[in-house]
T-cell receptor, first 113, second 114 residues
Framework: IAGITQAPTSQILAAGRRMTLRCTQDMRHNAMYWYRQDLGLGLRLIHYSNTAGTTGKGEVPDGYSVSRANTDDFPLTLASAVPSQTSVYFC????????????FGSGTRLTVV | GENVEQHPSTLSVQEGDSAVIKCTYSDSASNYFPWYKQELGKRPQLIIDIRSNVGEKKDQRIAVTLNKTAKHFSLHITETQPEDSAVYFCAALKTLSNDYKLSFGAGTTVTVRA
């Protein structure tokens, strides 16, 4: 089934630990994004990638890194998790400038303790 | 960058009544405006979108209007049903920019009372 897959679904993580959230799409979308969703703050962009091999910073990039080695995968890494990174993380993708709508993954609920 | 403001933050309506959510944007170059619906525990899903060359668009009980001069756009849901209860997000995009990033509003939690 074509779509976008995130893993894990949820995770409890000790502060200071390193964690990679996985995101894979099979729609051959050029652009991919990572958002965090916090109550009252909506969806805030962490990092994005317009095409394989390129990445960019969103509005809340500190403490996070991404890579885009190929079209399908866009992992998000927390190098040393802190409690303020407790959130629901959504990966999304879009095809190109002629198709602007996002397809979202099902989300990863991360709790940093 | 683009700043999208969304009001109200919460909205409670009686089943069968209409619901209206309003958004304003700051960048006059923005020209694509989608709306997403997020049910509890689910992912956001695109429900309708509008481009700046159109003033209104309808899809069954959902409609979106755009006022480019005032830089605001609205979502209208008529004959609301319990399954319309969700969080709704508006967003804006400059399609002629060098990237495809959407700027989202903070969301509106809609509750439809039976």
């Amino acid at each position: 089934i074509a779509g976008i897959t995130q893993a894990p679904t949820s995770q409890i993580l000790a502060a200071g630990r390193r964690m990679t959230l996985r995101c894979t799409q099979d729609m051959r979308h050029n652009a991919m994004y990572w958002y965090r969703q916090d109550l009252g703050l909506g969806l805030r962009l962490i990092h994005y990638s317009n095409t394989a091999g390129t990445t960019g910073k969103g509005e809340v990039p500190d403490g996070y890194s991404v890579s885009r080695a190929n079209t399908d995968d866009f992992p998000l890494t927390l190098a040393s998790a802190v409690p303020s990174q407790t959130s629901v993380y959504f990966c999304a993708s879009s095809r190109d400038r002629t198709s602007y709508g996002y397809t979202f993954g099902s989300g990863t609920r991360l709790t940093v303790v | 960058g683009e700043n999208v403001e969304q009001h109200p933050s919460t909205l409670s309506v009686q089943e069968g009544d209409s619901a209206v959510i309003k958004c304003t944007y700051s960048d006059s170059a923005s020209n694509y405006f989608p709306w997403y619906k997020q049910e509890l525990g689910k992912r956001p899903q695109l429900i309708i979108d509008i481009r700046s060359n159109v003033g209104e668009k309808k899809d069954q009980r959902i409609a979106v209007t755009l006022n480019k001069t005032a830089k605001h756009f609205s979502l209208h849901i008529t004959e609301t049903q319990p399954e319309d209860s969700a969080v709704y997000f508006c967003a804006a995009l400059k399609t002629l920019s060098n990237d495809y990033k959407l700027s989202f509003g903070a969301g509106t939690t809609v509750t439809v009372r039976a």
